[in-house]
C-alpha cells in the first residue's frame, strides 16, 4: 500500500496564503504524477493542480495564485496558495500515481490523502 499524508490546511482570511504539503510512503517503486484536487461542499471534486515530469497543470481558477512543486527526494508534493479567496474553500486531496510491481508485471495505482480543509473567510 500507499500512504499519503497531508498537513498545511487552516483558517484564514482572503488575500492571505497557505501552503500544503503531502508526503508518499509506503510500497512502491517510484511516484510518478502528483497533484492536488480539491471539493467544495455540494460540488464534484475537481483537479486543481498537478505534476509529473516537471511538467505543471492547473485549473484556470488558480493560475498565477497557486504553485505545485515536488521534491522527488522525499516523494513530497507541496502547494503553495496565495492570495486565497472564499471560493478557494473546500477539502483539498493528495493524489498520487505509484509505480508498484508484483513478480514480473509492472502496473500503475492511483493513491488519495485523507484530505484537508481549507476555508477562507472573506
Known amino acids: 500500500q500507499v500512504q499519503l499524508v497531508e498537513s498545511g490546511g487552516g483558517l484564514v482570511q482572503a488575500g492571505e496564503s497557505l501552503r500544503l504539503s503531502c508526503a508518499a510512503s509506503?510500497?512502491?517503486?517510484?511516484?510518478?504524477?502528483m497533484g492536488w484536487y480539491r471539493q467544495a461542499p455540494g460540488k464534484q471534486r475537481e483537479l486543481v493542480a498537478r505534476?509529473?515530469?516537471?511538467?505543471?497543470n492547473y485549473v484556470d481558477s488558480v493560475k498565477g495564485r497557486f504553485t505545485i512543486s515536488r521534491d522527488n527526494a522525499n516523494n513530497t508534493v507541496y502547494l503553495q496558495m496565495n492570495s486565497l479567496q472564499p471560493e478557494d474553500t473546500a477539502v483539498y486531496y493528495c493524489?498520487?500515481?505509484?509505480?508498484?510491481?508484483?513478480?514480473?508485471?509492472?502496473?500503475?495505482?492511483?493513491?488519495w490523502g485523507q484530505g484537508t480543509q481549507v476555508t477562507v473567510s472573506s
Open positions: 509506503g510500497s512502491f517503486l517510484r511516484i510518478n504524477g
Open positions: 505534476i509529473r515530469v516537471g511538467t505543471t
Open positions: 493524489n498520487a500515481q505509484a509505480l508498484r510491481s508484483s513478480g514480473t508485471r509492472y502496473y500503475t495505482s492511483n493513491f
